[in-house]
């Protein structure tokens, strides 16, 4: 979870907010305390306007965390593990550690979301009614609140992926058709069109003068590319599928000792060979392994004066056997944010698989028109 802030855990799923929240979250409480609130309610104190603001936006924010929420326990109900929920720039997503399998469960997952948010914005909704002043901030916050989840719910089942009504969708598509690709594709294309709608749309208000369409812009940039992303992700993903590591590894690295200082490294494994990284064994065990931006972080006046064991990364080393799936080694990559990772067979590094490797393999298939199994013909 790089970039992000992390607050707490729930249910055995680590909560983060992206370093992007903290602006959308000033750019709503503003919006609030100096724009929403005075229009409405000119007779409060410039105090009452920003706390009103504030404490609106906290709780707007933990409507999107329970909405996040929905998904993610519905899928540990399932059986499929979640890493983690971001709160970010336009929301929330449900880091998760592998995709549905069936088109039911994808259902389930995707409606259970907007559904959540109409349920809360019914709570508040319901809250409201027992309010008796109807100008006071309790008034206006439990009122913003309902409606603003009652956008919410209604925004995210828009029929454009990857939105929760693009997941319903595909899971639709996909039960029809049988193919996961075609589904993703025909539903990806919705969500591409949306975000373009969107985004003219937005212009289009700017330039009568409503700065507001900047938002929707963002949006409809936001959807377009992330559907066109989801689109290649699932697109990798199935190439990559039956495909060995051993196919893609940097067979039989050279190992570094421990006590092999920076220098050495530098000049006569990094600079010689051309590579990036390089592991660290002991008697055939391995200890850790060295990159470049771990060397980075010495001063270049002391690489001579540095053995590498302080400053390798000892763990956690994410490692997978030749005989591992390359769709398993990517979805590794990503989901740590890294660039490589160790191959171990019996105990043993018997190579080096990193990200270009990988998409370098792509290329070269597509750029020799082999399919998956092509290679074996």
Known sequence: MKHTLRLMRIAGIEIGLHYSWLFIFAVIS??????????????????????????????????????????????????IPVASITLFLLGGVSNLEEEPQEPKVEFVMAIVGPLSSLVVAAVFWGLLQFVQDTRSPLAATLGYLALINTVLAVFNLLPGYPLDGGRVLRSILWAKTGNLVRATNMAATVGQLMGWGLIAFGVLQVLAGNVGGLWLALIGWFLSSSADASRRQ?????????IRVTEAIRTRPESIGPDTSVSELVNNVFRKEQRRAVPVCSDDKVLGIVTI??????????????????IMTREPLYSVSSRDDMNTAMTL??????????????????????????????????????????RQA
């Open 30 to 79: 503003v919006s609030l305390a100096a724009g929403l609130f005075p229009q409405m309610y000119p007779e409060w104190d410039p105090a009452t306007y920003w706390i009103t603001g504030v404490l609106a936006a906290l709780l707007l924010f933990a409507s999107v965390l329970i909405h996040e929420l929905a998904h993610s326990l519905v899928a540990k109900a399932r059986g």
């Open 234 to 242: 699932l697109t990798m993903s199935e190439q990559l599928k039956g």
């Open 293 to 310: 931006t771990d060397v980075r972080e010495v001063p270049q006046e002391r690489w001579s004066l540095t053995p590498v064991r302080e």
């Open 333 to 374: 990559i990503t989901k740590h944010d890294i660039n490589q990772l160790l191959v171990i067979d019996n105990n043993r590094c018997t190579g080096i698989v990193n990200r270009a490797d990988i998409l370098n393999y792509l290329q070269l298939s597509q750029d020799l028109g082999l399919g998956r199994r092509g």
